[in-house]
Every structure is written in C-alpha cells, then in structure tokens.
C-alpha cells in the first residue's frame, strides 16, 4: 500500500484523536486556569454548539397489504424495520458493543482510553483496525446524515473534519444526558447500515439470514456487527472472504473481553458464514397483482390528503412506515388472472392484450385489477408499463372505444321515461344520423353519414326493447337514441361515473350509443356495478385504511349515491339477464343469476364484455396496445383458438365466464329483485313480429343467438393519436 493511500486510511482516526485532545484540553483547562482569556475563549466555543439533537424520524418501508392481510409489495428509500431493544438478541448487543464500544456502559459521551488505544493500534497496523468513537458519538453521525435535507447536507454530516467531531461530541453529551445507554443502544441498532441495502439490525437479520433480530446467533450476530464499520468493504454477501475475516476479528474481540470463551469463539470460527440471502422487493413490478398495485401508488401520490407537493406524498410512502390496507381479494385476483392468461397469452405472437376489473357492487370496492401482461419494458414482447385497466391518472392509459357496452345507458335512459319491454322501434338497414341535440342544446350529426349494422347484416325491421338488446342491433339503438334524447343517455352515463380515460368530459355525438368514447375497464366495471346494486353507484376504491406509526391516516372513500331508480335498475338487468340466456353471449352462464352485454369495436379493433352479479361486477378488454385500428382482432391465434374476427362473445365473454366462476365459488348465490310491474304493460318484450319469425329463426351463431350486431360501433377513424392506442373517433360533425 503507498503512503497516500494509507495516510488517507488513517485520516479519520488522526482527526479524532486531535479532536479529543483539543477538547479535552477546553474542558479541563477552564478549571486548572480559570483566569486564561485563551481557554475562556476556546471553551465557549465549545459551549455555543448545539447540545440536543432530537431523534430523526427514520425512514422506515411501507406494505400494501390486500383484503386477507397477506403482502403484495413494499416501499422503501431505506430498508428498514424498527424494533425495540427488547427484540434483540442479547448476544447481538453484546457482539456489536464489543466490537465497536467495549467500555460503553461505563464512560460517558467520550471515551479518551479508547481513542488513545485506537490510534497507536491503527498507527501500528498501517490500517484501520480499530474505532475510536463512541457509539453515543456513531448515532450522532447518523442521526445528522438522516435529518440532512439534500446530498450536500448529508456529505457534511458524514466528512471527517475536526469541526464535524466537535459536534458530534457536544450532541453525544447532551444525548447521554437525556438518554439511558440501552436507549442509546436501540436508537443505534436500529439507525446503523448493515449493507446491502439493508438498514437496522432486523431488516440486516431478515436480509443475510432469514431470521428475526430476536433470534440471531452468535455466528449471525458477530457476522452483522463486524459489518458496519465499513459496510462497503465488509458486506458478506459482496465480498464473503471479507467478511468472514471481519466476523472472526469480532469473535476474537468477544473472547478477548470473556463474553464468549476461546473454545466458543474458535467452533463459530471454523463455519462457514451460513448467509441466507433474503431480497426485499421494492415496488410492484415482483408483486402478485402488479397493476392494482401501481393503481394504489398512484392513488397516493396524485392525492394531496397525502402530502401538498408529489415529494411530500412520495416520501411518505417510501419512509413512512405505513400499512397500506387494500379491498384487493387474492383468490379473485388469481382467478381474473388465470382466465386472462388462459385466454390472451402474454406472449402470443399476435401481440395481444386483456384487461379485466371486478368491484363490488355497492361498495366500489376493486376486488381484482389484472393485465395478460407482466408490468415492464413495453418495448418487450409479453410486458407493459401502461396499466389499461385504468384511466390516465392512475396508469397512462388514454383508454379504449367501448363499443356496445354503451348501450346499456341508452337501455337504462329509455327505461327511466317509462318505455315499456314490449314497446317497438323500427331498426332500418341503414341510419343517418340526423335529428340528435348535445346536452347545450346544439345539433350534431351528420346528414351525408349512413350508419348501419355488421354480421349478418340484420334490420330493416322491428325490435322491441327487449329483442333490440338482446341482438345488439345498431340501427335500433341509434333510434332508441334519438327518441330518449342524446342528452337523457349521456347524462345516464355520467351519473354513473363514466368519463373519458384521460379525465375529460365524454363526447356527445349520435354515435355515443354505440361507444365511441375511449375508457377504461374500471370505469365501466363500476357503472355496470351500479345496476348490480340497484342504482347504487359508488366511486372505485382501492384503500381501505392506512396505518401510519403514529396512527391512521385518512382515505378516499366511494362516495355511493342512489344514481338510478331502484325499479329501473331491475328493469335494466331483466333485460341484460336475457343477453347470456337468449343473446348474443349465449352460452357464457355461470349457473346462477347474472346480466352482461357484448361490445365489439368498429373493424374488430377491440372487443368487451360487461357483466354481473348481484354481488360481484366485471369488465373485460380484449385488443392491442400498439393500436386497435393498425392491429384489428382479425386472423388471430389466442389461448384457446384461432379466430377470424373476435366479437365480444368469442374471447371476453369467456374470460368474463371463467373468471367469475371461480371468483364467486363459496359465495352464496342471490337474485335480482323483480322489475316492476309497468314495465310489462306492453308484454314481455321477447317475441318480435310474427312475420319476422321465420326469417329470423335460421340466424344463429355458433356462440350464440344472431350475428353480433355491435361489430360496427363507429366510423373508422381518420387519424392516430400516439403511442399505444388508435383514436377514438374521428367524425365531429355537427348540424342537421
């Protein structure tokens, strides 16, 4: 080793030393000289530093927890778990004061043996072989490293300058005032750096060992305290020839002053270091439900009840130490991701995607977030940093076309003016969608537009309100549009918390009907939980209640409120309810009362479905993230087959199915309530005309009843917006 190298070694040790000596002098020169101008002045130097240092707040990682208790991911910027001295294993406070304090519990803040030993030893050696400070003074350092502010205030709290020991040494006696030395001692342990990323003695123990700080051995515990002179270098698990020295350096220092015997110390000597290698995951990308979890990160940092500045919130999650409680119910979670691996593969070659949600109806509790894809760099195939199961603010996604899972708010629009099951509308070939006015009272549509239906091409025609759901028809949803107003559907739909992805207000065109507007799966799973409810929308929640350790902390809660009649609500899922028995997701019942509806994006962009029971409610997407309208559900191989185009029956409806058999297995089956009486005035609404029987009779699918008419729910579009998704719509035309 060259002289500079070892001079700078020994820097810290040198400066110590002076350090006391000067103050040593300042103490004692006052009273053999009382009358000295230079001492006086020398010794209120001393006396004007600081002498209290309160306890830093240590960084501590936070859990989201879900619904039964068991983790899904942790937060940290220091690694660490506070515990009372109590829970440490005695023979790891003895290891670590015989290594680094010997003399502890009977000096002071100083300890001039020690410093004078340390010196002439490492002098001697030519290398740092002992420490000089105190372990009142090393908490100190630490202490001052954890309050500092910025990099610059933390690099001074840590340099080895005369001024900086000085410091220390008048808070380290105003810390042995205050505090008994086992108050000192667990303030120490659980501050100190163990390496390898992990911070106090019961993570450290966790980390190398697999073990509580209680339980430590003399073995494990000599290995931990020979670690934090110099974490860097002495890291067991980064350099084990290192630190199976060091901790045979610690047993001989614990033989030397008789807290183990020769015999003891020599058998721990001669095993191996025995490290147990435990990683604490650090944010949700390891997590079992890694989307749902990125969801309730974002929820904490976006919320200004969480801090008023994104840093304030950031680091309350990463040091607060809190207990995130969340309604996310493993064994639903589980089964949403089975039916979406089963059925999009993550890593199919026609790069798809799915995106399920379920909530609770009647609680807005989101029982189960899931993606096909592992969370990720998205320029890897099977991987995805976009959650597209929710809106911007809590995933970046700009959302997707919703297809025919709108109609539902034109259906539940009719049904609240009093439009019975039976009553008819004409369904033509083709609809031109004029006579419709926003909600401003403007007109918008565009009389050189002809909207028409896809499959088989069914209209031209009559439909009740029942059949006309049931097959989805296009043609007959406009009209239904026109005749409720434009305005009684989208305020339907709001009323329910539907707005676009990115936050904004839903677009109002005659086409809103047929789902032009880009959403996310959660939103639509908590509208559809509305119905499920009997009118009873809640907003979607993901928190529970947050433990903090000074005590809960307040959440966002889902602010239910009756947006729909009762009766209306079970008028629409009567119908809905015939969708999987007699519609177009015939052959999707889950052996117990339930109600959905199909969507299928114009040029098989996308496809859905939305469904529910009274007491679990699912929304599930189907499509590709690099564009629907560039990638359409064309000649595409998935899980479970190959497809010409998908509909919203062939590929989400059985995700829907499968997920929601096992989500609801144990759970005790209920109905929905009766619709009231009114809505059968006109009959039940299940038979069209009679002349149209015959013609209709041959019109099956092989999922079930007619072609889906929902396929061309809008216009193909004219532009691109960027990155992962095609626009939403692209024909703002406006007037008659």
Excluded at 377 to 397: C, E, F, I, P, Q
């Amino acid at each position: 080793m060259d002289s500079g190298r070892r001079s700078a070694r020994l820097t810290d040790l040198v400066i110590a030393g002076v350090a006391a000596g000067v103050l040593s002098a300042c103490l004692a020169l006052p009273v053999l000289l009382p009358t000295g101008l230079g001492v006086k002045a020398a010794n209120h130097s001393f006396e004007t530093l600081p002498e209290s240092l309160a306890a830093p707040v240590l960084p501590q990682r936070s859990v989201i927890l879900a619904a039964d208790g068991s983790k899904l991911a942790t937060f940290y910027y220091e690694n660490r778990v506070e515990v009372p001295l109590a829970k440490v294993a005695p023979i790891m406070r003895q290891a670590i004061i015989a290594i680094e304090d010997s003399r502890f519990y009977q000096h002071g803040a100083l300890d001039a043996k020690s410093i004078l030993r340390a010196l002439i030893a490492n002098l001697g050696a030519g290398t740092v072989i002992q420490g000089g400070s105190t372990l009142s003074q090393q908490y100190v350092k630490n202490a001052l490293a954890e309050t500092a502010t910025t990099a610059a205030g933390r690099r001074e709290a840590l340099e080895p300058t005369a001024v900086r020991k000085l410091r220390e040494l008048r808070l380290a006696i105003g810390l042995e005032k205050h505090l008994t030395k086992d108050q000192i001692l667990e303030r120490y342990l659980n501050i100190a750096y163990f390496g390898d990323g992990a911070y106090g003695v019961e993570e450290a123990a966790r980390h190398y060992f697999g073990v509580h700080a209680a339980d430590l051995s003399l073995a494990q515990a000599a290995t931990l305290a020979g670690v934090v002179r110099a974490p860097q270098t002495y890291d067991p698990n980064l350099h084990p020839v290192r630190g199976r020295e060091r901790r045979d350096t610690v047993l001989d220092r614990m033989a030397e002053l008789k807290v183990v015997t020769p015999a003891q110390a020599a058998e721990v000597k001669a095993q191996p270091l025995g490290l147990r290698i435990t990683a604490a995951p650090n944010g949700c990308v390891e997590s079992s439900a890694p989307f749902f979890c990125d969801y309730v990160q974002r929820e904490i940092l976006a919320n200004r009840a969480f801090g008023k500045t994104p840093q304030e919130r950031r680091f309350l999650l990463q040091r607060g130490g809190l207990q995130i409680h969340t309604t996310l119910e493993p064994r639903m979670q589980k089964a949403a991701q089975h039916a979406l691996n089963r059925y999009v593969p993550a890593n199919n070659k026609s790069g798809k995607a799915a995106a399920e949600v379920l909530i609770r109806p009647g609680t807005g509790e989101i029982t189960a977030m899931a993606l096909d894809r592992r969370m990720g760099d998205s320029t890897k195939r099977g991987t995805l940093w976009v959650n597209l199961a929710a809106d911007s603010d809590h995933g970046s996604s700009l959302g997707m076309q919703a297809g025919s899972t709108f109609k539902i708010f034109t259906l539940a629009a009719a049904l609240e003016k009093g439009m019975a099951f039976g009553h008819k509308l004409d369904a033509p070939k083709s609809f031109v969608p004029t006579g419709f006015r926003n909600c401003d009272g403007d007109r918008v549509g565009d009389p050189r537009v002809s909207l028409g239906n896809a499959g088989d091409g069914e209209g031209g025609k009559q439909f009740t309100l029942v059949t006309g759901t049931w097959h989805s028809v296009n043609t007959f949803f406009l009209e239904l549009e026109r005749k409720v107003g434009l305005c009684a559907t989208y305020k339907m739909a709001t009323r329910l918390g539907m707005r676009r992805a990115t936050g904004q207000k839903l677009e109002q065109y005659p086409s809103f009907t047929l789902g032009f507007n880009t959403v996310s799966p959660l939103r639509l799973a908590a509208a559809y939980a509305a119905f499920a409810a009997r009118g009873r929308y809640c907003r979607p929640i993901a928190i529970t209640s947050i433990m903090g350790p000074t005590g809960s902390l307040p959440v966002p809660r889902a602010k239910c409120n009756q947006a729909v009649e009762e009766g209306v609500a079970d008028a629409v899922n009567h119908v809905l309810r015939g969708v999987l028995t007699k519609g177009t997701a015939k052959g999707n019942e889950i052996g117990r009362p339930a109600a959905g509806k199909t969507g299928t994006v114009d040029n098989f962009s996308a496809a859905w479905f939305a469904g529910y029971t009274p007491d679990l409610a699912s929304a599930v997407w189907v499509g590709d993230p690099r564009g629907g309208y560039s990638h359409p559900l064309r000649d595409v191989c998935l899980g479970e087959g190959c497809y010409g185009q998908v509909y919203g029956a062939d590929v989400p409806a059985p995700i829907w199915r499968e997920t929601m058999e096992a989500a609801l297995k144990g759970v005790p089956e209920h109905d929905f309530e009766a619709p009231p009486g009114e809505y059968f005035r006109e009959g039940d609404g299940e038979k069209e005309d009679d002349k149209d029987k015959d013609k209709d009779k041959d019109k099956t699918k092989e999922k079930g009843m007619g072609a889906e008419q929902d396929q061309k729910d809008a216009p193909e579009p004219n532009g691109r917006l960027p990155w992962f998704f095609d626009p939403p719509f692209a024909w703002p035309w406006k007037g008659d």
